[in-house]
């Protein structure tokens, strides 16, 4: 009965289990030692009661666009850089390669290699299961990847939140080592330094979520990166397997960073939505063979509360709406039929 009970959980189950669990053993479950040496402190959210770090002691708040009131970089970016979508893989790739990853090339988004899956989700499934499993030896330890992924769970959200994609890249930042080899506390000073120096993202502006995963019979403790509402990327640290008896350690350890590439250009241009710094010129040819013309001043108001809207985060959507609708002055329906 009992393995019954286990193999009936959810993704969702373990993973908030196990959430729970990593934020009450923190010192064991997250690169606490490197945290503190940049100067993080670690608070409790007021508003999601979830714990987060950052360089403000005073800071009470986590940056989620849901605790914060919206996105706060829509026209104000927090970074002086400007990265085009194209030119942020060569600036990933080139960052990584300095501190000795092996840049890879996408594999194909039908995931052929695997019978779980018809296709590529994210950057870590080129290298699952046999990688992982460690039947296959990776092509390095240490490897960047922009992996083009398929989600369909996302369609309810895509061309609402403003950030969501059915086809998206995934710049992947990945380790595959022995537990003996395995230091989270390097991979977390290694993506910290990409987002602050290699994005421009000043210290002060970034927040630090401690949070959980749970995929494929693996789990582990994670790390989601925050500035202004939006997160950036996702540091996974996935050590578990998946077991009737609890978590048992893998015999290979891995890091499983992934970041869409898009965030990285829109966050630094502070567009609207992510849509206009992937697809700039097919955004204005559709207009010009639609003849649609947006309401800007309605959108310009709807923008900074759009990452409300996602269906993976909230319960009632249409009460969500409705806020938003009274926050911003315009009657629900006009607002809807716009976006």
Not at 165 to 179: A, I, N, R, S
């Amino acid at each position: 009965m009992d393995a019954l009970i286990v193999s009936m959980k959810s993704d969702k189950q373990v993973k908030e289990e196990f959430r729970k669990r990593a934020s009450a053993e923190y010192k064991k479950y997250y690169p606490v030692k490197t945290l503190e040496k940049n100067d993080f402190v670690r608070s409790k959210c007021e508003k999601c009661g979830n714990f987060f770090w950052s360089a403000d002691p005073q800071r009470r708040v986590c940056g989620d666009a849901a605790c914060i009131g919206g996105y706060k970089f829509i026209g104000d970016s927090p970074t002086k850089k400007k990265l085009g979508y194209i030119e942020t893989w060569g600036e990933f790739s080139s960052f990584f390669k300095r501190k000795k990853y092996k840049a890879l090339k996408r594999y194909p988004v039908v995931a052929r290699w695997r019978e779980d899956v018809y296709w590529t989700g994210a950057s870590v499934y080129p290298f699952q299961p046999y990688v992982v499993s460690g039947e296959i030896k990776p092509p390095s330890n240490a490897v960047v990847i922009p992996q083009l992924s398929m989600r369909f769970n996302d369609i309810d959200n895509v061309g609402i939140t403003g950030s969501h994609y059915v086809c998206f890249d995934m710049l992947g930042q990945l380790h595959f080592e022995k537990k003996k080899d395995y230091d989270f506390e390097k991979y977390w000073q290694e993506y910290f330094d990409w987002i602050n120096k290699g994005m421009g993202i000043p210290q002060e502006e970034i927040i630090v979520h401690e949070d959980a995963w749970a995929g494929g019979g693996n789990l582990g403790s994670s790390m989601e990166f925050f500035t202004r509402g939006m997160e950036i990327g996702n540091q996974v640290y996935m050590q578990f397997e998946e077991t009737e008896k609890g978590p048992k350690e893998l015999d290979i350890k891995v890091l499983d960073m992934g970041e869409g590439q898009e965030r990285v250009s829109w966050l630094t241009s502070g567009n609207p939505t992510s849509y206009e710094t992937t697809f700039p010129t097919v955004i204005e040819f559709l207009k010009l063979k639609t003849g649609f013309k947006p309401d800007k001043k309605i959108l310009e108001k709807f923008y900074p509360y759009a990452g409300l809207l996602n269906l993976d985060e909230i319960d009632d959507v249409e009460k969500v709406w409705k806020k938003i609708s009274k926050e911003i002055g315009i009657d629900e329906k006009t607002l809807k039929d716009n976006v």
